[in-house]
């Protein structure tokens, strides 16, 4: 017995929903945290374990401990934050500064990509604390010590949140924001510079995708245009955008393709950089954190 049309109609419907489901949730691969946790942070070169990161609570910053059992003493301080977003989820992040008494270069706030949590991408952070900047950094709605879960909603909504935090501080009000975005929060940063233009000063862009059609359709071919839902393409926010950008991206990205950042570049506004190096996905402050800073100086006209 042949089924009716109309049955075939609904199931097609029925199975494009959940296979369209299952697309949109593949942009999200959140890691939660649970403490006490300890970890080990050991030489780029040697190996060697240089000391140790002990999380006691999601409530207090982490302490760092020598080989010895001494507490390591940096030119940095971290100040663990715990804020809401709209959906009363409460999100965890650190306060990262300089303690020497020079003013901040400027205030980055960094929104990270799909994978891992706030440990994966501290040592992103670490090289422009170093160079005098003071930085933010906050795990999405289910990442890390954040509660919830991740959708397209909900980082637009966690990100909107720690841009309306951290522009309140009396230490960032005397600074310019930045919006430094790496892959997913690449393609997230101009859509929520421009939804809060008036505390957002630059934006900088690294290893983004233009859309999540474009990086479906990257990923899986057409099929994937056609299953994924566009919620705020990076394509169309860098045209409203009228902030400087700086847009960074390696040619041996294997995750996301240059010419994604090319065609972000080309459909921004001035002023603007393009920084092209050649490590992996997201790895610019590892190897290129003089450059990028000496760029971001020359764009925003900061004091060196």
Same mark, same amino acid.
């Given at each position: ?10 199931? +097609?419907?029925? $199975? ?22 300890? =970890?080990?942070?050991? !030489?780029?070169?040697?190996?060697? $374990?240089?000391?140790? $990161? !002990?999380?006691?609570? #999601?409530?207090?910053? *982490? ?27 409460? %999100? !965890? ?5 300089? =303690? ?7 205030? %980055? +706030?960094?929104? !990270? ?73 690449? #393609?997230?940063?101009? =859509? &929520? ?11 900088? %862009? ?13 990923? &899986? ?14 394509? =169309?926010? &860098?045209?409203?955008? #009228? ?13 996301? *393709?240059?010419? $994604? ?9 001035? *002023? ?8 992996? #996905? ?23």
């Amino acid at each position: 017995m042949r089924a009716k049309p109309t049955s075939l109609i609904l199931t +097609l419907i029925i $199975m494009i929903s959940v296979t369209s489901c299952s697309f949109n949730n593949q942009f999200y691969h959140p890691k939660p945290l649970k403490a006490p946790i300890t =970890t080990s942070i050991t !030489h780029d070169n040697t190996g060697d $374990m240089l000391y140790t $990161m !002990h999380i006691v609570s #999601h409530k207090q910053p *982490p302490v760092f401990i020598t080989p010895k059992g001494d507490t390591v003493d940096f030119d940095y301080r971290i100040e663990n934050i715990l804020f809401s977003n709209r959906q009363e989820d409460t %999100l !965890h992040g650190w306060f990262i500064s300089p =303690t020497n008494s020079v003013p901040p270069k400027a205030t %980055l +706030l960094f929104l !990270h990509g799909n994978g891992g949590n706030i440990l994966s991408y501290l040592s992103l952070v670490f090289p422009f604390v170093k160079m005098g900047y003071q930085a933010f950094i906050f795990d999405y709605s289910g990442y890390g010590f954040s509660s919830g879960k991740p959708n397209r909603g909900n980082v637009l909504s966690d990100a909107n949140a720690a841009v309306e935090l951290i522009s309140q501080r009396s230490d960032v009000e005397s600074t310019m924001l930045l919006l430094y975005g790496q892959s997913l929060g690449g #393609h997230l940063a101009p =859509t &929520v510079a421009n939804m809060n233009s008036k505390a957002i000063d630059g934006v900088i %862009l690294e290893g983004a995708f233009s859309s999540h059609k474009d990086i479906a359709a990257h990923s &899986v071919g057409f099929i994937g245009r056609l299953m994924v839902r566009e919620a705020y393409p990076a394509k =169309t926010a &860098v045209k409203n955008l #009228h902030k400087p950008i700086l847009i960074i991206h390696s040619i041996n990205d294997s995750v996301i *393709p240059a010419s $994604m950042a090319k065609q972000l570049f080309e459909n921004a506004n001035e *002023p603007k950089d393009y920084f092209e190096i050649d490590e992996c #996905h997201i790895c610019g402050p590892l190897y290129y954190a003089d450059e990028i800073d000496k760029r971001i100086s020359k764009l925003m006209k900061l004091q060196n």
